[in-house]
Structures are given as C-alpha cells and as structure tokens.
C-alpha cells in the first residue's frame, strides 16, 4: 500500500518547497505531479523575486505597502505582513540553497526594480529566475529524500466522513490506476491558465487541484481575479518579462509616443500590471496600436545589457515573432497571466477542508488581492509552501489514516476512466471544446468587462458543458495516453471556469484586475470584501468574507 | 500555410510492435513552429499520438526531439525554415528508449545527474547572510545552470551511443556547475571530491570533442567546453595520474619540444609505461598500423622551426614553467 503522512500535489516550487519542509519536520513525504518536477511552470517566471533586505536599507513594511497598494486593497494584510517579513530569509536560504543570483559590485546579491514598488527589491538570475530557483530545488528535493511520483495524474481526491484519506491517481508511463493513502494532501498545482486562450501559461497550467478541492467542497475565494500581463505575444500569448521594463524598457503606440506618460505620470512603464494593461488596451481600442498591439522598445538599453540581464526573452522574440530586441521594438499586447484567486486558505496552507491544504498560485491566501506585484508570485510559493509543509507534517502527527476499501476504490476508478474511453467517437474534439471556452473567457473576462458579456460566457460555458460530456478520446490504449489526460484536464477546468465567470458578474466594481465598464470605480463601502464560492447541491454558491486590514486604510491608487 | 511532416512512430501496445513513419499535412500560422504543427496534428488529426511538451518558449524542457535527423526543441525551430524536401522529418531523441512515438524513457538520464550528486555541498560553515561572490562568477555559472535538461545533448551525444556507461554531456555540464562555483567545495571553492570521482572511468575524460552537444543545446550551455574546463580543474587539482590527464601532458610536451606529435610514444605515456596489459590492448591495432604502412617513425625528429612552436607555448603560458 502506498502511504504517506503528508502528500503533495504539484512539483514546482510551491510544492518541493512544501515537500522538503514536511521532511525535514519528520514527516513520511511523497511528491506527486504530472510531469517531471522541471517541467513545472515555474521555470517561467522570468523577473525576479521580490525581499526587502534590511542591509540595503529596505524595509518590510515598505515592500508590504506596496503589496497591499498593488492589490487594490483586496489582499489580505495579516497574510502579506507574514509574506513580507518572511521574504529575506527565504531569499537567504534560496541563495544558501545554490541558486546563482546575479550580484552588484561588493558581491552581495543585486536587484532590479520591478512594477508598483518604490524601491529596487527585485533579486534575480538573468532573465530566468524561475528556472534557475526551479532546478535549484529540485537538487535539494532530491538531496532531502522525498519520495516522487513523476508523470503521475491525480485524477480523484478521496475523503471519507469529512477528512482527507488520500487521492487515486494514474500513472501516465502505463495506465495503471493506483489508490495513494494520506494523511494530509497538500495542492500545488499552480495556475488555471489554459482556461484562457491565449494564456501565458504553459500547457499543463489546467487548474487540476483547484477543480479537485473546488469538488470535494472546498471553498474558492477571489476567482474573478485574473491578471492580464502587460507584455505578451501576439499569437501564441507567450511572456516577455516585466524585467524588460524593470531595466528601462520603453511602451510606444503606433507613432512612437510613451503612451504611460498619461495614466501613470509617475510610476510610467513600472506603475502596477493592471494599470499597465489597461492602459495598452485603452490605447489599442482608441486606433494606437497596430494588429490589436502596442511595442515594447529596448534598443535604448544596449546590446551589453540585454545580453546579460534579458537574453532568454530576445531569443523567445527572435524564435516566436522575428524580432531582434536589440534592433527592433517588440509587438506586446496584455494577455491573460495569472490567478490572483484560488483555494481559501489561512496564513498556514489550511484550507475549510481537515487535512487539505493549498500553497502557491492555485491558492488564495490572499496576498495578492486584487493584482499580483511582479516578482511577489515566487515569494508567494517559497514561503507559504514551507509554511504548509511544516504544518502540515505536524498535524499529520496527531491524525491516523483514514481506512477506506481501497479495492473498490481502484475499481470504481477504472470504471470511470474505461466509460471515458468507451465513449463513441462521434462528439466534438476535446480540442475545440477546450478553444470554445478559452475564446469566451478571452472575449469577455480580459481586461475590460461588463454584464452582458459575462452572461454571454455563462450560457457558452452551460453549453460548452453538455458538449464536453460526449467527447471522444481517440486513444484507447494504456501507455502514455496524453488524450486521456487531456479529457480529463478539461473535465476539471470546465469545472471552475462557471464559478471565475459568476464572481466576476457578481463583483459590481472595478478592482484590480477587474476593470467593469458598467461599474467603472472602486466601490470600498460595498465592494471591499472577498467573493467566496462553494460547491452547492445544484451549483456554485457565493458567499462573502471581510477583508483584513492591520495598519493600511484604503486610499485612492495613483502611480 | 500547409506544412507537411513526416513522423517516426511507436505504439508498445500494437500486436507487432514497430517503429513506422507516417506523414501528416497541417495547417499553421506562416510563422508557426514545429510544436504547434505537432500539436495541430494531436488535437485536429489524431489524438493518439503521444509526445511531451507544456511551456511553448524553450524553457521547460518537454519537448526535446529529432527534427530532420538532429535533437532540438520543437517549440524554438520555426516550421518553414525545417522543411527540407518538401517535408520535416520528426522522430524521437536518442541514446534513450521510446516508450511511445515520440516520448523517450528517461531515466537513464535522470540516473546519470544523480551520479553527480547534484546539490551544492559547501564544505565550511554557512554564512549567515549570502555568500559573497563575484557578479562575473555568477554569470559565468548562470551560463551552464540556464541548462534546462532537456536531453537534447545526451541524445545526439556520439560517445553515449557506443558507451551507455559515459556519464555524459548533461550530467557533466551538470557536475561543472558545482565545481565552478565558488560555494561548493572547500573554502577556496574547489571541490576535490567531485573532481575526484569525475576523473574516474566513464567521466569526464571520455569525451572525444566530436562538438554534437555544442551544436545541438538549445540553450548555449556548451556542455563540452564545461567538460574541457573540468579537465582543466582537475589537473590543477592534482588529479594527474590518469591516462586522459597523461595524454594531455605527453601530447603537449611532444609538440612542445619536437613542433608536432611523436605518436609512437604517446600511447604509452598515456596509458602508463609499466601498465602491461593496457599496452597489450593495443597490439592488435599497431600491428594493423605497421601492416598498412601507417606505423609512426621510430626516431622522433624535430621539425625545423621547432623554437617557434615552443615560442607560442611560452606566449600562452609564460616562461615560468621551465
């Protein structure tokens, strides 16, 4: 039997993070994820990792100021406080840990400045900080001997009178279904992106832990949060950093004008990511852009620079759009990025559920409220991963495995699966089923929103529903059958895309990412709450929860 | 604008399991790349067909395959730009199993890294803020830690295909990142152990410089130029006494005094001069030498400007060492 104290879900840095706290506190821990701990999507954070160093004369309470600002007063402050304070050390013990943080000229570690924040406290690798922190922690997941499961797909979430026994789950190199007993389960699954198209995230970013906690009752909370980038692809959506404008880089509309210069006089290019992107989309709806995009200058920054701090996103420009960021300006357009919302948990990863718990993106703690700070998302997974972990191996000491028939529940798997692929192949492709809801949620939950596209979305997503159930999966066979993973990663996203599209209806103001062009201003008075959303007998349930305020009364947001 | 690809295909579940080629037409954006040609063929044309990939901008790794007979990332080469003859030719990455079309098993890969014990290991005590360390050092290490281990190396490398044992250009690359850094190792930031077990048979003097995984990585890592540099860390470690760092010594002394290679010597020095049953080995092939007419002459001479090759030495590496 396959048993474990503390499992997580999910291997990128969130979850080894989580992992490795959990073993190191004593705890029989096992990792698994659906693909190889580097394949995770947090090789793609680019920018850097936000910490206000006290020997640089930074200040905590500065770097957490600016957090609650970015968030438009929605995240909450006792949790960004905890986030903040945590920031340095965990910083330390990345760079203790191997990671290769570019320095400044005494050999301490440099930074970059970065979106919303008054002070330079962005540290990083090049342009490829999450890649390099990713593989870094792997090296000490490997060295901290948790047990992996990689390529393994958790397809169930199995609780038994109200406790969390363990998942099922089906490893993709052969088929077969496996019953994994726990005594805590922690997700790490990270973002939902691929319920956009396009999305900046990668392909595997479908949401699967937030559908499994959303189903076995756990709450959601912020989910009408989504955060546009301000710097993506044309095309395939893919991510230019925001370290481009950390290092100066330049917006421009069709006839070269700085077109920041009026939304944000002070802040300009590195005002907050939904001001930014509402500022590009304003100009591209007005007749300033050019093929639905405004450009991205860097040629003043030199050849020298570019190849030292941002040589990965010139050749992602070169590969992807033909375009030399050395010599030419780049065609960048907002695009959707990241969930600010997720599963409700506390400061320690617990979410309602006894025994599950959730840490990185597909969590909501909140500290990023309204709009995520760049920078702050790999902050977020290191310290609240190590936050779940340690508590969740403590816990785990005081609770016994739930018993449940584990034959049965392997059968009742199987069965599940089998009626998937017997179904005939006469629906739609998964394919454009998926398209259908990634166009809808592009067309009507980007950056401007307003009732009657959002309505529009709900009935697409009922629709979209009833298609999903008859498609086909052409792969009947066992080993290594992506389209059966994809059937059910669908399954899962369709999910929760209804409940991100009726909080979003729901919420009459605009408010960090959300941007309503029927409810255009900030409505503290009413609106300064979070929309929690719960699985019901006949549907999504919502419900609100106050907002936290410690020292941070709202003001209005200028940058 | 239609692109056409030929696929090398794999199902292990089939009654006669055998690789077959099969052709696909699809549809893509003009400047679209192979992985969204093979996505298209996925989702549109056949939902069987297996392959691994996830971030679409040649950062996590996935999607490492053949393309027109050598390993590169399929989401970083642009579809019109592969087509030769009318078609691109994708199969899977080599030196590792196929487990299903174009998904490899790796973890024979993975086995290797481990072998390295990848996780830095200071030998000093921590410091309580970070380590001081050069911006140039860093940067130097960040051009081999931006390996995103994607086996495009390993599956083009031309000693592993002949030598499974050959620890490898990513795991070496890998191991090169630990000992270049100046946290890992003692407190001068050499790292004797991995240099130690490195030089060991399978490591790092097995390479034979054939360039594949210089031309292949996606990512400018060079993991030969790692290799050579640990080479170079490990006789400046002390670690001498191997028939690689002998090689290296007896072929630069011979060129050094006499202008070219003496041949005839070099095999001994190399492999040890009292080492009998190595030397043995070679009889069979200095035979075939001397049978073909190839057997280097037995009194080595100088060549006649001699003093200017020994001349450049001195440029290179100052007159001190005599």
């Known amino acids: 039997m396959l048993e474990h104290d503390v499992l997580v879900i999910g291997a990128g840095l969130a979850g080894m993070r989580a992992a490795i706290a959990a073993r190191s506190g004593g705890a029989n821990t096992a990792i698994i994820s659906k693909v190889h701990p580097v394949r995770s999507h947090s090789n793609a954070a680019q920018g850097g990792i936000n910490a206000a160093l006290t020997d640089r004369g930074d200040d905590w309470e500065e770097h957490a100021y600016d957090t609650v600002k970015g968030s438009d007063y929605l995240g909450d402050q006792d949790a960004i406080e905890v986030m903040c304070k945590a920031a340095g050390q965990a910083l330390i013990d990345m760079e203790h840990f191997g990671v290769t943080f570019n320095r400044d000229d005494e050999g301490k570690l440099g930074t970059r400045a970065f979106g919303g924040q008054r002070r330079a406290r962005t540290f990083f690798v090049g342009d490829f900080t999450g890649q390099a922190m990713l593989h870094v922690m792997f090296e000490q997941l490997i060295k901290s001997g948790v047990r992996r499961y990689e390529e393994w797909f958790v397809s169930s979430l199995i609780i038994e009178d109200g406790q969390v026994c363990g998942v099922m789950a089906l490893e993709i190199r052969t088929g077969q279904i496996y019953a994994i007993r726990a005594k805590t389960v922690i997700f790490c699954t990270g973002g939902f992106g691929r319920v956009f198209e396009p999305s900046t995230n990668a392909l595997i970013c479908t949401g699967d832990g937030t559908a499994l906690a959303y189903n076995a009752g756990a709450e959601l909370m912020d989910m009408e949060m989504v955060q546009y980038h301000p710097t993506t692809l044309a095309g395939s959506g893919v991510l230019i950093s925001e370290a481009a404008r950390g290092e100066g880089a330049y917006l421009l509309d069709k006839d070269g004008n700085r077109f920041m210069e009026k939304y944000a006089p002070n802040m300009m290019e590195l005002a907050s990511r939904d001001v930014v992107s509402r500022a590009e989309q304003t100009e591209i709806n007005a007749g300033n852009g050019v093929d639905g995009c405004v450009y991205l200058d860097c040629r003043h920054l030199g050849e020298a620079l570019i190849m030292e701090k941002l040589s990965q996103i010139r050749e992602i420009g070169i590969d992807l759009v033909g375009c030399d960021m050395i010599t030419d300006t780049i065609p960048i357009r907002p695009g959707m990025h990241y969930a600010m919302g997720g599963i409700r948990t506390n400061i320690d990863g617990q979410t309602n559920l006894p025994g599950v718990y959730a840490a990185g993106e597909c969590a909501c703690v909140s500290v990023h409220g309204g709009n995520r700070l760049g920078a702050n998302s790999l902050l977020d997974t290191i310290v609240f991963g190590e936050r779940s972990g340690n508590h969740a191996a403590e816990a785990a000491r005081s609770i016994d495995y739930v018993e449940f028939n584990v034959d049965q529940a392997v059968r009742n798997e199987e069965k599940r699966i089998q009626e998937l692929l017997d179904r005939p192949q006469n629906g739609d492709r998964i394919a454009a089923v998926r398209l259908g809801m990634g166009d809808t949620m592009n067309r009507n939950l980007a950056v401007y929103r307003n009732e009657e596209g959002m309505q529009e979305t709900l009935a697409d997503l009922n629709e979209l529903e009833k298609r999903y159930e008859t498609v086909p999966v052409d792969n009947k066979g066992k080993v290594f059958n992506t389209d059966l993973v994809f059937a059910l990663e669908l399954g899962f996203m369709l999910d929760f895309a209804t409940p991100i599209a009726m909080s979003a209806l729901d919420r009459k103001d605009s408010r960090g990412a959300q941007a309503r062009t029927d409810y255009p201003d900030r409505d503290d008075e009413n609106w300064m709450k979070h929309l929690v959303i719960k699985k019901g007998e006949v549907g999504p349930e919502l419900s609100y929860a106050p907002v936290t305020v410690t020292r941070w009364t709202p003001e209005e947001r200028k940058y | ?322």
């Open chain 2, 1 to 322: 604008m239609d692109v056409t690809l030929r696929v090398k295909r794999f199902d292990p579940e089939a009654a006669e399991p055998e690789p077959y080629w099969q052709d696909f037409t699809v549809n893509i954006e003009d400047n679209g790349t192979v992985l969204d040609a093979l996505i298209k063929i996925r989702e549109d044309i056949d939902g069987s067909f297996s392959l691994r990939c996830s971030c679409r901008s040649s950062i996590c790794g996935s999607c490492a395959m053949r393309i027109n007979g050598h390993a590169g990332l399929a989401c970083k080469i642009q579809a019109p730009t592969a087509i030769v003859n009318g078609v691109i030719t994708v199969e899977p990455a080599g030196n590792m199993p196929v487990v299903k079309d174009l998904v490899v098993d790796f973890d024979s890969f993975w086995d290797k890294i481990m072998e390295i014990e990848p996780y830095l290991k200071p030998e000093g005590p921590e410091p309580e803020a970070e380590y001081i360390a050069s911006n140039e050092s860093m940067l130097h290490l960040s051009g081999v830690t931006s390996c995103i281990m994607c086996g495009a190396c390993v599956s083009d490398c031309t000693v592993m295909e002949v030598d499974p044992t050959f620890l490898g250009p990513a795991a070496l690359a890998k191991a090169y990142r630990f000992t270049a850094d100046p946290r890992d190792g003692d407190e001068n930031g050499v790292s004797k152990d991995r240099l130690e077990e490195l030089t060991k048979p399978s490591g790092m003097w097995d390479c034979t410089r054939c360039m594949e995984c210089v031309t292949v990585c996606p990512k400018g890592v060079a993991p030969m130029d790692r290799i050579m540099a640990l080479r170079d860390q490990a006789m400046a470690a002390g670690f001498t006494n191997t028939n690689g760092a002998r090689h290296t010594e007896a072929f630069s002394e011979s060129v050094e005094h006499s202008g070219w290679l003496d041949e005839l010597r070099l095999v001994p020095k190399s492999v040890g001069i009292t080492n009998l049953s190595a030397l043995a080995g070679y009889a069979p092939i200095a035979i075939q030498a001397l049978t073909h007419g190839k057997m280097p002459p037995i009194i080595h001479k100088k060549i006649e400007k001699a003093g200017n090759v020994r001349k450049l030495f001195d440029k290179i590496e100052g007159p001190k060492r005599h």
